[in-house]
């Protein structure tokens, strides 16, 4: 079970980690509460996640790199993780960014741990060593493009480059109980890469590596099934499970109450958890 720690901060737990998503970007077809763009929802949102039992808070503001600029993702994030650093102060806060500047800036304000949408290619594993901070190996597929992405074995490449990213982590000084890998579900993958990556996920774990998945109400839950944005929990739950029985650390979540439930049955299930209660025949 995951033994972690960001910038000082350990995080254990008897079944899978669970990062809640506060989304300071438009409403999307991902976020079913329409997004915390306002600052108020954004402080809200932060809230109930922790309530509802997430194990670290993911600040992001920016919806894909190049789609808001540096000085509009560091005035959407900063305040907030400044706030929550004050009114959560033993909270795990994680950011969402491809930036170095606004990698830096979170770190001053109090982020522990920086979920890199870019693959170090803004910068940002520089900012995680120089702070201290935990690091996500996120794989990216290359540039953002409109050709159709294509590997010739989706898992072998996956595992390769998150590797190789995470090695490179640690050579640079990020300290290694805080790095993560990310298969990146649906980032420059279609529907038919993001099942493979999920049927083998026990590809990732046995690299040694904490893996980090991102399902939560993704297009690969939506075309599997045939659902719209609004309508992909069951699904997403479902993936879930069998990646947290693959021996997933840790799920980017949009629906914390639901995935905790889901996590610990797992574990329990699995054997590493026990029953919060058990009184029957007893």
């Not at 109980?177 to 579900?185: F, K, M, Q, T, Y």
């Not at 690969?220 to 659902?227: A, H, K, P, S």
């Not at 799920?251 to 699995?270: C, G, L, N, P």
Request: one cysteine or more; hydrophobic letters at 40%.
């Amino acid at each position: 079970m995951p033994e972690l720690t960001f910038r000082g901060r350990p995080v254990r737990s008897d079944r899978a980690l669970i990062m809640g998503i506060v989304d300071r970007t438009p409403p999307s077809t991902t976020e079913p509460r329409g997004g915390a763009f306002d600052e108020d929802a954004a402080r809200a949102a932060i809230t109930r996640a922790s309530g509802e039992g997430a194990d670290v808070i993911d600040l992001g503001g920016v919806a894909e790199p190049g789609g808001t600029s540096a000085e509009q993702e560091i005035d959407q994030l900063v305040p907030v993780v400044r706030w929550a650093r004050a009114a959560f102060p033993d909270a795990v806060l994680s950011v969402d960014t491809h930036r170095r500047e606004v990698a830096e800036q979170a770190c001053r304000a109090g982020a522990d741990l920086l979920n890199d949408l870019g693959a170090n290619t803004g910068g940002v594993l520089d900012v995680a060593a120089e702070h201290g901070t935990g690091y996500v190996c996120t794989h990216t597929g290359g540039e953002p493009g409109t050709a159709r992405p294509r590997y010739g074995d989706v898992v072998e490449t996956v595992v390769e480059e998150t590797t190789e990213l995470a090695d490179e982590a640690v050579e640079r000084g990020v300290p290694r109980s805080g790095i993560l890998i990310d298969p990146a579900i649906d980032v420059r993958k279609d529907t038919h890469h993001s099942l493979t990556l999920l049927r083998h996920l026990d590809a990732l774990v046995e690299t040694g590596w904490p893996v980090l998945v991102a399902v939560s109400n993704k297009d690969v839950v939506g075309e599997t099934l045939d659902v719209a944005g609004d309508d992909r929990l069951t699904g997403t739950l479902a993936a879930t499970a069998l990646a947290a029985h693959s021996g997933a650390a840790m799920f980017r979540v949009h629906q914390v109450a639901q995935t905790r439930q889901t996590v610990e049955m797992v574990a329990s299930v699995d054997g590493y958890r026990a029953p919060a209660r058990a009184v029957r025949w007893t």
